[in-house]
């Protein structure tokens, strides 16, 4: 079974720093990767998806890359603002019809 | 556009009582996803329809939960004889195509508490 794992569980920055957070996944069969990020309270909010055959995807200060044979995916977050405060879920797409999410990395960005 | 829209938001209810959640997908979206977020477990894949196919059930912790879409559209989970594990956040999500191409959106979630 496929198992995410998301490094840090939790994150402190100062506004304005750079950052990345790390996705592992165990089985390298992934038809995608998907980066969320969750409000406290709220749904899913879709950020960047990277297919298994691309390498990175970028969307204004993120982004997102993924080594498939190494089992490894980064967000990385330029110039952090306080607004990027939330949870940062990795999720991968292998061969049944569904998302394996890892636990997430709690991102505060200090103003 | 609309995205993915989920209700009740929240539902309270005693154990013992069957509940129904529902789910509006993104409109022209084949596929609908249920997913369940537990504290302290991260979320799990329940349940996954595609078109007129056979929905794909090997997510469901117990014969308790079922789900159907009508007319390829409206889902709708139901728990009967609710337990208070069963207490969780139940999201549900649509993406546009087949597994494996497409982004999945995913809707605000219907928080469930079993007193």
């Known amino acids: 079974k496929q198992e995410v794992t998301q490094i840090p569980a939790a994150l402190s920055v100062p506004e304005g720093e750079n950052l990345v957070l790390n996705c592992s996944f165990t089985?390298?069969?992934?038809?995608?990767l998907q980066w969320f990020r969750q409000d406290p309270g709220k749904g899913l909010t879709s950020l960047l998806l990277?297919?298994?055959?691309?390498r990175e995807q970028t969307s204004g200060r993120l982004n997102a890359s993924l080594d498939k044979s190494s089992g490894r995916s980064t967000l990385y977050i330029a110039a952090s603002q306080p607004g990027d405060s939330a949870t940062y879920l990795c999720?991968?797409?292998?061969?049944?019809?569904?998302?394996?999410f890892g636990t997430g990395t709690r991102l505060t960005v200090i103003p | 556009g609309a995205g993915v829209s989920q209700s009740p938001s929240n539902k309270v209810t005693e154990k013992g009582k069957d509940v129904e959640l529902r789910c509006d997908p993104i409109?022209?979206?084949?596929?609908l996803y249920w997913y369940r977020q537990s504290l302290g477990q991260g979320l799990e894949f329940l349940i996954y329809?595609?078109?007129?196919?056979?929905?794909?059930k090997s997510g469901l912790p117990s014969d308790r939960f079922s789900a159907e879409r009508t007319g390829g559209s409206v889902s709708t989970l139901t728990i009967q004889r609710t337990q208070q594990e069963d207490s969780a956040v139940y999201l549900c999500?649509?993406?546009?195509?087949?597994?494996?191409?497409?982004?999945?959106?995913f809707g605000p979630g219907t928080r469930l508490t079993v007193l």
């Open positions: 089985d390298s069969a992934i038809y995608n």
């Open positions: 990277i297919q298994s055959s691309q």
């Open positions: 329809f595609q078109g007129n196919s056979a929905p794909d």
């Open positions: 409109s022209g979206h084949t596929a």
């Open positions: 999500a649509s993406s546009s195509r087949l597994a494996g191409g497409d982004e999945q959106f």
């Open positions: 999720a991968v797409m292998g061969g049944a019809n569904n998302l394996f």
